[in-house]
């Protein structure tokens, strides 16, 4: 793979179990609840809770729902690019099946 486009495909079919994308769905809600928290109140040291919250609920995903190893070991910038793509995918009320 040697673009995002070409990696989409894979990172859905890596997703493929609805209860791992509603998990990843979870933990980028969470991201976005804290990040904004951390920039309204400007408390910056909430901003360490955003990888462990992005990460806990996506590796509970793939170890325990899809038994499989998270695309962010290969690629982690297209990785989180399909996080945050699936995430406003699912607000738009798709890829929830």
Not at 2 to 9: D, G, L, Q, S, V
Not at 27 to 53: D, E, R, S
Not at 80 to 85: A, E, P, T, W
Request: charged share 15%; proline share 5%; with cysteine.
């Amino acid at each position: 793979m040697t673009t995002f486009k070409e990696f989409w495909p894979f990172y859905l079919q890596e997703h493929s179990n609805p209860l791992n994308r509603r998990l990843h769905f979870v933990g980028t809600f969470f991201v976005h609840v804290v990040l904004l928290y951390a920039l309204f109140t400007q408390q910056w040291m909430m901003l360490w809770l955003l990888p462990v919250i992005g990460y806990g609920f996506a590796w509970v995903g793939h170890f325990i729902v899809e038994k499989n190893r998270p695309a962010t070991f290969k690629h982690p910038l297209w990785s989180l690019r399909g996080d945050f793509k699936m995430f406003y995918a699912m607000c738009a009320g798709k890829l929830w099946k």
